[in-house]
């Protein structure tokens, strides 16, 4: 049974081609990159959150509306393809504080959405780490490739907590995506990859907005053998 609903509005993918060799050491031993032509994927994904609320429950004033910005990676465990989060970066403190006793590694950050006629942009800036992003973007054509359907389509996300490995679990229907056209001022995401990604053009993506129903976290038992 699902226990909270969001609604995800312009939402950005940036992604990017890492080593895997590169990329493995960041992520729990218990889960294994998913790659694509040989290649691990990096991805900032930048969106509005609405309507954000409990299952049997109003939204919460002041809980329900912010930005968010996910920097992640694609893996696989006991025979599920899903996504590792290293970092989730949100304006509203509160729930930064709130989900911080949690699973998931949410920060606090100052992040800016904006929209003047067919022009985007998103600005964010997390002051611990002076990790930062600068993009602008406008739409370009609708687009279902089999490594759009690959990336995107991803319905379980993976996280260590008290050494234990736990599964979160969402629902949505599948993504519309358009290619986006970006222009990337600056970059210094993930900075414990500096020198790696950020100077490199992403692939990128658009959808409009996408109703989603997170699950609550699942411990995960010993791998299959």
């Not at 022009?119 to 002051?127: L, V």
């Not at 234990?164 to 229907?173: Q, V």
């Not at 950020?198 to 990128?204: L, S």
Request: charged letters at 20%; one cysteine or more.
């Amino acid at each position: 049974m699902w226990m909270m609903t969001q609604t995800w509005q312009d939402v950005l993918f940036l992604h990017w081609p890492i080593s895997p060799q590169e990329l493995q050491k960041y992520i729990p031993n218990e889960l294994q990159l998913d790659l694509f032509e040989e290649n691990a994927w990096l991805s900032a994904v930048l969106f509005k959150v609405y309507r954000h609320r409990l299952r049997f429950l109003p939204p919460i004033p002041g809980m329900n509306n912010y930005l968010q910005l996910n920097v992640r990676t694609y893996v696989k465990y006991n025979g599920r393809k899903g996504i590792y989060f290293f970092h989730l970066d949100v304006t509203n403190y509160l729930l930064s504080k709130v989900t911080a006793i949690g699973s998931l590694p949410y920060r606090y950050s100052q992040l800016v959405g904006k929209q003047i006629d067919h022009h985007f942009s998103y600005t964010s800036h997390y002051k611990a780490c002076d990790e930062r992003l600068k993009v602008t973007f406008t739409l370009g054509d609708h687009t279902a490739t089999n490594f759009d359907h690959w990336i995107v389509e991803r319905y379980h996300s993976w996280s260590k907590y008290n050494n234990k490995l736990l599964r979160i679990d969402i629902h949505h229907s599948p993504w519309e995506l358009q290619r986006a056209r970006v222009t990337i001022q600056s970059n210094s995401l993930a900075s414990f990859m500096k020198k790696t990604f950020q100077h490199m053009e992403p692939i990128a993506h658009y959808a409009k907005n996408k109703v989603a129903r997170v699950f609550p976290p699942v411990m995960e038992h010993k791998k299959l053998t």
